[in-house]
């Protein structure tokens, strides 16, 4: 009746060790069962492993992994076990988030059990973005020192309510392939010179990992009536016009609210999106180097809505 | 750590049925201990018995029943025993509402659980009031006819993330008499001529019942840092002002947000609150005759804020 889009996401970076691609597909494809997903398909550049999953991706860099994904998947549990196979003292770095789901009795853990699980393996500090009763990102991180590259940036735009005529595109119909969906719905635009990999899920869903050179981008689709979302996520740089890629994903799915969420070595510019209301803005320094924003948005109502009738 | 202060409701009219406060107070208290909670004392007037509980309120009418719950209580099953022990077609209504929980995860069951077991009973429909990712109000109700009296209105005013300040009042201190809190908040003032029982809990949290003649009305307060909440609820008839009651309580409870939700015979004037914003406001007619509105506003921000930390 309805899947649960809302990701969690773990980050993690090693320093002094041997390259993480070099665990092999076999390693990673332990991690991603772990999880309680499977490998769809993979695409590759000199910079970067990407995997395409069951439930959302997996990027592998040599020293760097970050794993995203949906549905009742238990990705603390593929955390631990990619910290089990580092040596000793090289986990220079681990960032574990989950945004706030529609459906949290669904899943096998909360957030606190899970930051409790890593903060015994390697410890850190959990804090909340956004209030308990509205838009929020849970955030653990190690708190050992870590200075971020001066390009190491993130973007995360994530998207709640999704307009019907944005869904329908993502709903799978007889002889669809996917690697029409980016092109027709210009999301192909917003990632010139990406290597792309796209899935169609049966009967609704899509997912895309992209890939250019270093550059990594993501979007899964969760196009179902209850509780419709999108995530985008992408390392690209985006500082020199904070707005672009927002307005172009925000133009693509007509979400009715969402959040923006940027990881940063230093204060960036705030985005200009005048069509959205700011509900909310959280900045926070975490002791690991980023600058954190959180922002959420929303579209103005321009009518009272009606109740919406769930199934009995 | 945290009390899940959102609560469930049920509301349940009979016709044609002998009074439902000479059931006696010993079939309540069986009602009360299969929610899960206790009575702690009680106020009667002409029309209606008062009890306040562990977890927030039930008032019964010889024809009328409001059990407010909080918690991780399990209403349906107090729904389940009152149904029970009504004759064959004297049930004319039943209203079963659930608040968005902060921590739903730590419920026994989810909404659409508890509207299956009670669709069993007494057929109806099931609607959410609000977006998935928002505030929002889920509702059971029997679809059979039914009109609501002229003067057969009800306010709630669900408040989310009230301040510090506010907070601070409802914490039991030594030698506090539960008695000054209504006069000390301006909690008395809103509600002159009224009967009032309140309960001061250790080590935080606070409850009131309040009765006038056939008007109730009803205050809990959970000011835990995280998490915290306070429910209004009456049935006075607030139509002649519409704002006067909900911008008392707010200025009390000075939240982040709060909903307001108005059941109606027939369309109401719209609350004026010029210091909040209306971030969502649905309107539906229920096929059991009420005119249901759902209002979500919330106070602008007006600097970015600071991530909470959690404890690990």
């Known amino acids: ?21 070099q665990l092999g597909e076999a390693f990673w494809r332990r991690v991603v069962v772990a999880s309680g997903a499977q490998i769809l398909s993979q695409i590759h550049s000199d910079d970067c492993d990407a995997y395409l999953l069951s439930e959302s991706s997996l990027f592998v860099y040599d020293a760097r992994v970050i794993m995203i994904t949906c549905g009742q998947t238990t990705l ?14 090289t986990l220079a770095l681990m960032i574990y988030e ?41 955030l653990f991180h190690t708190d050992a020192p870590y200075t971020p590259a001066a390009g190491d940036v993130t973007l995360e735009v994530l998207m709640h309510g999704i307009s019907a005529e944005a869904a329908a595109r993502f709903h799978a119909v007889p002889n669809a392939t996917p690697e029409g969906v980016a092109a027709r719905t210009g999301i192909a635009d917003m990632l010139p010179g990406f290597t792309l990999d796209e899935h169609l899920f049966e ?10 050179g270093a550059a990594y981008a993501t979007i899964h689709v969760t196009p179902e009536a209850i509780g419709s979302y999108v995530s985008f996520e992408t390392n690209l740089d985006f500082r020199a016009d904070p707005s672009r890629l927002i307005r172009q994903v925000v133009g693509i799915f007509e979400p009715a609210s969402f959040d923006v969420i940027t990881f940063s070595p230093a204060p960036i510019t705030a985005p200009d999106l005048p069509a959205h209301r700011l509900r909310n803005h959280v900045e926070q320094i975490l002791d690991c180097g980023y600058h954190v924003a959180f922002r959420h948005y929303y579209r103005p109502q321009t009518r009272p809505g009606r109740a919406f009738a769930l199934p009995l």
């Open 1 to 21: 009746m309805f899947f649960e889009g809302p990701e969690k996401k773990v980050e993690l970076v090693v320093e002094g060790a041997p390259s993480l691609r």
């Open 98 to 138: 989950r945004k706030n789901e529609h459906f949290p009795e669904y899943q096998h853990t909360a957030f606190i059990d899970d930051a409790r699980t890593l903060h015994a393996l390697a410890p850190g500090r959990a804090l909340r973005f956004g209030a308990p009763d509205s838009h929020r990102l849970m």
């Open 203 to 212: 009967p609704a869903g899509y997912s895309l990992n992209g890939l250019n």
């Open 76 to 89: 603390a549990k593929a955390a631990e076990l990619m910290m089990g196979a580092l040596e000793d003292h």
